[in-house]
């Protein structure tokens, strides 16, 4: 199984200011065939269900704010809001769809210093 | 608009069963691969269970492989969860999700409001 590491588990950041949560893979998600990392970005916040941010690593998915974006390759994958703003205040998470069990990170808490 | 319905959850017995059902809307389900995914109460998200587009192909989780049985109707747009032999660490908040394609290898996009199956006695 590819095991999700993310870091930090939770971080307070001023309003206005950058975000940035990391996510390591056990083994490489980029499949070769089509040279895209199997990686995705997840938003959750309190009593609702994840939604999607960032598919194939960096892609941005249609409605998401531009200041959140996703980037690396391989093992190691970087989420980064650009200017927090309160509405992201959230458990962000990461997850590999390269091979199953299509695992999750544990999560990181973002909340506003 | 795409639109996930969860239902079934319950309060259960260890050992017993349940089946969810998640009614899905504004797109055509049998293109789209399908997946389950829990969340036990204040942890994590955990993959459970995912359907290709069309049933053609399943894929479990080791914890819940021999006990849960994933299929769709597409007569009725509908996805289920068949959970048996259920345990107390089975409890939590099962949330059925859309996949980007037919393939299980895509991203998981749009979810359910989520259904609670809390197994107890």
């Known amino acids: 199984d590819i095991v999700m590491t993310q870091s930090p588990d939770s971080l307070a950041v001023s309003l206005g200011e950058r975000a940035t949560i990391n996510c390591k893979s056990s083994q490489s998600v980029l499949f070769s065939s089509n040279n895209k990392n199997h990686l995705v970005w997840y938003q959750q916040k309190a009593g609702q269900p994840p939604k999607l941010l960032i598919y194939w690593a960096s892609t941005r998915e249609s409605g998401v704010p531009d200041r959140f974006s996703g980037s690396g390759s391989g093992t190691d994958f970087t989420l980064t809001i650009s200017s927090l703003q309160a509405e992201d205040v959230a458990v962000y998470y990461c997850q590999q769809y390269y091979s199953t069990p299509f695992t999750f990170g544990p999560g990181t808490k973002v909340n506003i210093k | 608009e795409v639109q996930l319905l969860e239902s079934g959850g319950g309060l259960v017995q260890p050992g017993g069963s349940l089946r969810l059902s998640c009614a899905a809307s504004g797109f055509t389900f049998s293109s789209y691969a399908m997946s389950w995914v829990r969340q036990a109460p204040g942890k994590g998200l955990e993959w459970v269970s995912d359907i290709s587009g069309g049933g053609g192909t399943t894929y479990y989780a080791d914890s819940v492989k021999g006990r849960f049985t994933i299929s769709t109707d597409n007569s009725k747009n509908t996805l289920y969860l068949q959970m048996n032999s259920l345990r107390a660490e089975d409890t939590a908040v099962y949330y059925c999700?859309?996949?980007?394609?037919?393939?299980?290898?895509?991203?998981?996009?749009?979810w359910g409001q989520g259904t609670t199956v809390t197994v107890s006695s």
């Open positions: 999700a859309k996949k980007e394609g037919g393939s299980c290898y895509s991203a998981t996009g749009v």
